[in-house]
């Protein structure tokens, strides 16, 4: 079972930026698409962004494009979530999820993830 772990979560006023992090072990990572959710408090657990398994696939919800990036190094097992021009309403926890496949077109479905890290929790103040 792969082991994933959140880091760069924090508190930021509206308009910075955050980088999160999630650090998979294990030697099969780059077979493997990887997710990022987020959860607020109160509501469901939401897709944010999605990357296949060489990083040649992206997507993310209409809510951050243009503010936030997926990316991963395979190198270094690792999976980001750069996140600019933050707003209120992105505060939660963040997970990242390793997908069962290396890409799906429901890569927006939580269901497709079979491992989640223990999130990070990221608040933006106004």
């Known amino acids: 079972q792969v082991q994933l772990v959140e880091s760069g979560g924090g508190l930021v006023q509206a308009g910075g930026s955050l980088r999160l992090s999630c650090a998979a072990s294990g030697r099969t990572f780059s077979l493997y698409g990887m997710g990022w959710f987020r959860q607020a408090p109160g509501k469901e657990r939401e897709f944010v962004a999605a990357i296949s398994g060489s990083g040649g696939t992206t997507q993310h919800a209409d809510s951050v494009k243009g503010r936030f990036t997926i990316s991963r190094d395979n190198a270094k097992n690792t999976v980001y979530l750069q996140m600019n021009s933050l707003k209120p309403e992105d505060t939660g926890v963040y997970y990242c999820?390793?997908?069962?496949?290396?890409?799906?077109?429901?890569?927006?479905?939580?269901?497709?993830?079979?491992?989640w890290g223990q999130g990070t929790q990221v608040t933006v103040s106004s």
């Open positions: 999820a390793r997908h069962r496949y290396y890409w799906a077109d429901t890569y927006y479905e939580s269901s497709g993830y079979d491992s």
